[in-house]
Nanobody
């Protein structure tokens, strides 16, 4: 069955950087638009960034210039490089398809705080 395992979340100071990783199994990863989603405290899950199988990317406006999504189809892994972190980046980050129709993993917690 499909499994998504996220990692890389930590407590980081404002202005810092980190990279999230997500390894997929049980799916034709290389054919799927992959995405990172975020659930901030007390809010619903929102789409943060997407990447097509060919590498075309899209970001939410607040992420432009600070976030970079990438993928390694051979490793079935999608990454999210996060730079110049701000408090609004705080939340639990999940990877999934761009439609959010795969089983959700446990997510990885990112906390931006001084």
């Amino acid at each position: 069955q499909v499994q998504l395992v996220e990692s890389g979340g930590v407590l980081v100071q404002p202005g810092g950087s980190l990279r999230l990783s997500c390894v997929a199994s049980g799916t034709t990863f290389e054919l799927i638009v992959m995405a990172w989603w975020r659930q901030a405290p007390g809010k619903g899950r929102e789409l943060v960034a997407t990447i097509t199988p060919g590498g075309t990317t899209n970001y939410i406006p607040s992420g432009e210039g600070r976030l970079t999504i990438s993928r390694d189809n051979a490793k079935k892994t999608v990454y999210l490089q996060m730079n110049s972190l701000i408090s609004d980046d705080t939340g639990t980050y999940y990877c999934n398809s761009g439609r959010g129709d795969l089983p959700w993993g446990q997510g990885t917690q990112v906390t931006v705080s001084s």
